[in-house]
């Protein structure tokens, strides 16, 4: 039973999400949808008659119906389909509905939600609990390749765990990522240690991600890689490697550490989500 | 010798390049033409602007790194440079590691073990006691080279930074005074600014050479037993400016890049050499105990202007603190552009913190180091090195490094280290003040950059001939002063241009998410608004 939430804006985002969601459906089915939307009325002030001469009937109707239309193209059930309605309020009290709800995860639709300002989606990625998958209109989610990052905490586990039943059948393809810093390269004019150094590094980081992976189902279907970040961010080191590898999705798990209300996510995840980077993410908590 | 390169090619700003050019090459004939007696015109002109201008200098240092750690700390501490997804050009280690190579250079070796032992053996402010005096030479030290250089540093550093990557304008001193001259930064007054920038740079350097110079003259006495005078000097200048112009030829790939790495290798090992072989328990206490002293006096120590002192025991400031303060301004364009080059994607806040604190840091520990070693050796007795200091301060390093095993070894490695840094200083300062001359251009051709590092040569050799430290010390005073109101007006213009890009951003990223939102919602409404159960269209 796999219960998942997307956010719709209105926007011309929303159609690309459903066909997106049609695309993720034929590998990996969704029984439960919510349709989640955010009511924004701020600017609205007094009676809602004089912004919409239009407005006979209950506002809520109409995106209900709305939502309900744009969901269809998704090709989902329309019986597994639920439009959820958030109003006014403050996105902090929709978002621990949320994390008190049932749903598996959330879908966000990165671009179109923030304009391009990014800071929607690190909200978003901070006050929600649930695993997050951001996608771009560009995305395309037919998962037949999945990264999974792994830096050995149990959050990548998690990731890992999270991951393995997106496998749905022998076409698709994970790989197990790892990317690390040679902790001589901190002061680059004292490394001196050089390849040598760089490379008996990535064996031993291989060694352990097989070992990490080991208890896992279909370990020996894994794909195992180790890189080594050089002068880029790790961030930027994953997304380069996923983007030249023809990777559908990244996995990253995410640190549950919590500040109040607010999930302090890594620099790494920080990274990926930015909006510069066009692969779907999938943070998972 | 690379004479015939000059004509090469050259694509040059003409309204800077040439007035620049001119300004330096009348200056050089006319000390030459003068010859001995320019010795007390410079001594003149320095003790005519630190009487009058010192004050000011105090004032204005102090300004400028309040106004860095405001900025720090205020809300345009979030603002980016290179653009709200600008991601950092360098890992965080890596560019703690840059910052820290920025602080290391000619005159920290020149004055680390001199500017403490001085401060120490003829007290600003007598303390009474030898431990009094010792704490305050040291606090005094870390005034000089601490918060307040870097300050300035990160002033300048923030402003081209910011301006080059956000605003996307050439990245030289003018693009700065943007907000407030608009497109005249391309009309006379930024020709005017860039070549005041320019003279800055140029006399920092040659000053920061020539101190470097005769390091390695005394270095070279104390090993070989070599004359130490303004002779071996000039040679020296030229045999290693034509060095400098071989790795300036060799590209900066090649060159400058792999001599600094070099260099910093040097200078770590020699660091950790004279921590270990001298008293390293000591060094390590009294860093930490100079680091309280530094903050607790940190205000006394810098707002400190002499002004109660008996007229017959004031002008030690003038000889120093104002001094300095005139230095960091007058070479901060050379610093400011290369902290500027590699902060690309980091806050306002991360720069000010990592320029301000970084290479602050290590500054004290080299300080502490050496000039604490020197501290104590003469305290405790254990050798009598203050006399030699107080006599020629350029063999200061060489004085101390005596006192301690393997002192030949070493002093040959402290020469090869200065020599290292006057090749790198020249090189990367020829790349500096040609950018500039050449309109903000980053790949002007080498023949540019050779005739700059001939001439920043030059400049030196002749202050040497001209009247040695003073002509040195006034020429990087004489130059900061008008610098020094260049900065004035910087500070405004950036805080103008962070305020206004702060807007901008905050204003787009609310208004672009909630009208796009709105005119959606008011489309659906349109269409679906009515009673009668099924949409218009």
Redesign the interface.
């Known amino acids: 039973m796999t219960r998942a939430l997307v956010f719709l804006?209105?926007?011309e985002m929303d159609l690309t999400l459903m066909r997106q969601i049609a695309q993720l459906n034929r590998t990996f089915e969704i029984d439960k949808l919510y349709i989640a939307h955010y009511?924004?009325l701020?600017?609205?002030t007094g009676d809602l008659k004089v912004?919409?001469p239009?407005?006979?009937?209950p506002?809520e109707d109409?995106?209900n119906?709305?939502l309900t239309e744009r969901a269809q193209e998704s090709g989902l059930d329309p019986d597994k389909i639920e439009v959820v309605l958030f109003q006014d309020g403050s996105k902090t009290n929709m978002m621990s509905y949320i994390n008190q709800s049932d749903v598996d995860f959330c879908i966000l639709g990165k671009k179109i939600v923030?304009?391009?300002?990014?800071?929607?989606s690190g909200r978003m990625a901070r006050l929600l609990h649930k695993p997050i998958l951001f996608t771009t209109e560009t995305s395309r989610l037919q998962l037949e390749h999945i990264l999974v990052a792994i830096d050995f905490s149990s959050f990548s586990k998690k990731a890992l765990n999270f991951a393995l039943p997106l496998l749905t059948n022998s076409q698709q393809k994970l790989t197990a990522y790892h990317v690390f810093?040679l902790p001589g390269?901190?002061?680059?004019?004292?490394g001196g240690g050089g390849r040598n150094l760089q490379d008996k590094q990535a064996e031993d980081k291989l060694k352990r991600l097989r070992k990490f992976i080991a208890g896992a189902k279909k370990a020996d279907e894994i794909e195992l890689v180790v890189e080594h970040?050089g002068?880029?961010?790790l961030?930027?080191t994953i997304y380069d490697y996923a983007r030249s590898h023809f990777t559908d999705l990244i996995v990253v798990g995410v640190k549950g550490t919590t500040d109040k209300d607010e999930l302090l996510i890594g620099s790494v995840a920080e990274?990926l989500i930015?909006?510069?980077k066009d692969l779907p993410v999938l943070l998972v908590k | 010798m690379s004479e015939k390169r000059e004509n090469k090619y050259f694509d040059i700003h003409k309204p800077v390049f040439w007035p620049a050019s001119f300004l330096i090459v009348s200056f050089i004939t006319i000390t030459l033409v003068i010859g001995e007696p320019m010795e007390t015109v410079f001594a003149d002109i320095q003790e005519f602007i630190s009487d009058y201008g010192g004050w000011f200098f105090v004032l204005v240092t102090n300004l400028f790194l309040l106004f860095c750690i405001y900025l720090g700390f205020s809300k345009l501490g979030g603002i980016r440079l290179g653009g709200?997804?600008a991601?950092?050009?360098?890992?965080t280690?890596?560019w703690f590691?840059m910052l820290f190579?920025a602080g290391m250079g000619i005159g920290i070796i020149f004055w680390g073990v001199a500017e403490p032992m001085n401060h120490y053996l003829n007290p600003p402010v007598e303390m009474g006691t030898a431990k009094g005096n010792a704490l305050q030479a040291m606090g005094f030290s870390f005034l000089h080279w601490g918060l307040h250089a870097w300050g300035i540093y990160a002033l300048v550093g923030l402003a081209l930074g910011f301006f080059a990557f956000n605003k996307k304008l050439p990245l030289t001193i003018r693009s700065v005074f943007y907000p407030l001259l608009g497109e005249r930064i391309h009309g006379w007054i930024g020709d005017v600014i860039d070549i005041i920038a320019v003279l800055a740079t140029l006399f920092g350097l040659a000053t920061s050479l020539g101190l470097g110079v005769q390091q390695v003259s005394s270095g070279l006495n104390y090993l070989f037993e070599l004359p130490d005078n303004v002779t071996t000097q000039v040679l020296l200048i030229a045999a290693i400016t034509a060095v400098a112009t071989v790795s300036v030829i060799l590209g900066i790939d090649k060159g400058v890049k792999k001599l600094s790495?070099l260099n910093?290798?040097i200078a770590?090992i020699f660091l950790l050499f004279v921590l270990v072989v001298g008293p390293t328990l000591f060094i390590f206490e009294s860093y930490i105990q100079n680091l309280g002293y530094y903050v607790q006096n940190f205000f006394k120590l810098s707002f400190w202007t002499e002004s109660y002192t008996a007229e017959s025991k004031a002008g030690w400031q003038n000889g120093w603190t104002v001094f300095y303060w005139a230095w960091w301004i007058s070479w901060s364009p050379f610093v400011g552009m290369f902290i500027a080059r590699v902060s690309k994607g980091r806050t306002v806040r991360e720069f000010i913190t990592g320029v301000l604190l970084v290479p602050s840091l290590l500054t004290f520990l080299w300080m502490t180091t050496f000039g604490g070693s020197g501290i104590f050796l003469e305290m405790s007795g254990m050798a009598n090195i203050g006399e030699d200091i107080t006599s020629n301060v350029s063999t200061s390093l060489f004085v101390l490094l005596d006192a301690f095993p393997l002192s030949g070894i070493a002093s040959a490695i402290g020469v090869v280290l200065v020599i290292n840094f006057f090749v790198t200083s020249s090189d990367s300062g020829s790349l500096v003040i040609d950018s500039i001359t050449a309109g903000g251009k980053l790949d002007a051709p080498v023949g540019q950059r050779i005739f700059w590092a001939i001439t920043e040569g030059a400049v030196a050799a002749v202050l040497l001939v001209g009247g040695g430290l003073t002509a040195l010390q006034t020429a990087a005073i004489t130059t900061g002063l008008p610098f020094a109101f260049v900065l004035v007006v910087m500070m405004y213009s950036l805080y103008k241009g962070l305020n206004r890009e702060y807007a901008l951003t905050k204003a787009?990223?609310t208004k672009?998410?909630?009208s796009?939102?709105?005119s959606?919602?008011?489309?659906?409404?349109?269409?679906?608004?009515?009673?009668n159960d099924k949409p218009e269209k």
Do not use: C, M, W
């Open positions: 804006d209105l926007s009511i924004e701020q600017e609205f912004h919409f239009n407005l006979e009937r506002i109409i995106l119906e709305e923030h304009q391009g300002t990014g800071i929607f810093r390269a901190y002061f680059p004019f004292v970040a002068e880029k961010t961030g930027r990274q930015a909006v510069d | 709200r997804d991601e950092p050009e360098f890992s280690a890596a590691a190579s790495e910093i290798r770590a787009e990223e672009a998410d909630l796009a939102y709105e959606r919602l008011k489309d659906v409404i349109a269409k679906r608004g009515k009673s």
